[in-house]
Structures are given as C-alpha cells and as structure tokens.
C-alpha cells in the first residue's frame, strides 16, 4: 500500500508562486512513474508534470517554462510553480505508478486570482 499526501496549496495572485509537495510512503518501490496532475472545475484530469522511466521528464505545454518538477533524495516529489495564471486554478493531484498499481493523492487546491 502507497500512501501520497499533499501540500502547499493555496490562494495566490496571478504572477505569483507555489511550491507543492508531495510525501510518499509505504511500498514505493519500484517507481514507474510519479508526477502531478490537475483538474479544473468541469474539467478532465490533465498532465502537469512527471518523471517515468529512463530518466525522462514531461510538461504539459502550458506550464512549460513556468513549473519545475523535483525530488529529494527522500520520498518527497516538488511542483515549482512560478509566473501564476488564472488559468492554472485547479485541483493539483500527486500520483504514482509503483510497480503495477497506480495510486493518487487526496489533491490540494490551487488558486489563482486575476
């Protein structure tokens, strides 16, 4: 069992910065995939950011430039989220894929104001 637990959002204005975390446990390995995703009010669930296999890192289009994606060398995954838009007001979701099943985060709220 994998538990994944969130931090760090909260209300911001636009232009300003967040930084997420996400604090992993239990039977984490190994890792497939971990990363973030969110989702907007009426929305699918979309790709932020993640690492997956061969050292790989992926953004979605539009935070790329603006969101760094990180770990420590614990079991701590980073979401730097720097130059804010309205349009990133969303539920942030951690998640993971360890070995064949895929856990998520219970998300953390992301507000940004115009």
């Known amino acids: 069992q994998v538990q994944l637990v969130e931090s760090g959002g909260g209300l911001v204005q636009a232009g300003g910065s967040l930084r997420l975390s996400c604090a992993a446990s239990?039977?984490?390995?190994?890792?497939?995939?971990i990363g973030w995703y969110r989702q907007a009010p009426g929305k699918q669930r979309d790709l932020v950011a993640r690492?997956?296999?061969?050292?790989?890192t992926d953004y979605a289009d539009s935070v790329k430039g603006r969101f760094t994606i990180s770990r420590d060398a614990g079991n701590t995954l980073y979401l730097q989220m720097n130059s804010l838009k309205p349009e990133d007001t969303a539920v942030y979701y951690c998640t993971g894929r360890f070995g064949v099943y895929d856990y998520w985060g219970q998300g953390t709220q992301v507000t940004v104001s115009s």
């Open positions: 239990g039977n984490i390995n190994p890792i497939d995939m």
């Open positions: 690492f997956s296999g061969g050292g790989r």
